[in-house]
């Protein structure tokens, strides 16, 4: 990954969100997400293609974002966070620290529609 944005180029906001995750009267778990973070990042479309499986066709859209290293999102990162960002919601495939100096973080997103 040769490609690491300036801060400058962090222009877009975005936000993060996490389940609170309430048991139910029958044994499941009612989710309900909660902001937790709000900053500044860069996303750049990597891929996008179709899917059509079960009876169903989805287009599939893979983004990059960068954004700064906060202690609060290094504490509360997993699979269930929420990125939002342009009233699209994303999911986390993969996650990891790219620059010990500038301590930026960088996520590949899936977004399904």
Do not use: H
């Amino acid at each position: 990954m040769a490609f690491i944005p300036t801060i400058g180029q962090m222009r877009q906001v975005i936000k993060f969100e996490i389940p609170a995750k309430d048991p139910d009267n029958i044994g499941g778990q009612l989710e309900q997400y909660d902001e937790l973070y709000t900053t500044r990042g860069y996303f750049r479309e990597r891929r996008a293609f179709r899917d059509f499986s079960d009876g169903k066709d989805s287009m599939i859209n893979i983004l990059e974002m960068w954004c700064s290293w906060r202690q609060v999102l290094e504490s509360e990162i997993s699979i269930d966070l929420k990125v939002i960002y342009e009233a699209r919601i994303f999911g986390i495939e993969s996650f990891r620290l790219v620059d010990e100096k500038r301590r930026l973080y960088y996520f590949e997103l899936t977004e399904i529609r």
